[in-house]
Every structure is written in C-alpha cells, then in structure tokens.
C-alpha cells in the first residue's frame, strides 16, 4: 500500500499561484536602465522659456509693458471676461488681487504680485 501512494506522489505536482509566476517573471527580468539625473534648477535659478526648452537666440519681445496701448486693451478685455468683471465689480471679495491703475495682479502666496 506504501508503494501505491508513493507512485501516486511522484504524478502529482503543485500548482503554482498567480503571484509565484509574477514572481518568477520579475526575477528573470532585465535591470531597469538608469539615466543620470540632471541637476535641479536651484531657487537662484529664474529660466525663461526659451533657456528652459534651449532655445539659443529667442525672438525679441514685442510688447512693452509701459505701452499705453497694452494697457488700454487689457483693460478691454477684462470687460469681455465674466471672471474678472465680476473682480472689477466686487474687488474685495477677491483678496489674492489687487487692482492698480486699472489692472489686476494675482498676489502670490506670499504676498508679493
């Protein structure tokens, strides 16, 4: 009879579960790549775009803050916009910003515009 069940064993096998094939899989796996990381741009650092997608020589600026003009239609388009009519009509329910000379500046949280 021990016979019998010895043979009995021998044809059985286990079964493996879900995990241990997950496991088996990731063992035989590659070692992921590892690319040497950039250095962080420290809090000194202030990039403007095109530094920061390397554009070598960007295209010179054509609005000039102290034009009269940009401040005109700025202005026009803040009448246009629900978000800040509803800013003009109410300033003080809007604390983050600040209204001067007719054109809004969001505070940060710091409390610089």
Known sequence: MQAHKLRRSKR???QLEVRDLEAQGF???KPAVVRPME???SSKDNPT???ALGIADPSPRTADLED???HERIQRGYLQDKFYVKML???MEHP???IEQKLIYMMSPAGAK
């Open 27 to 29: 063992a035989s796996a």
């Open 39 to 41: 250095e962080p741009l």
């Open 89 to 91: 009509n109410k300033p």
């Open 96 to 98: 983050r910003f600040v």
């Open 12 to 14: 059985l096998k286990e």
């Open 49 to 51: 775009i095109e530094q």
């Open 68 to 70: 009269a003009r940009l």
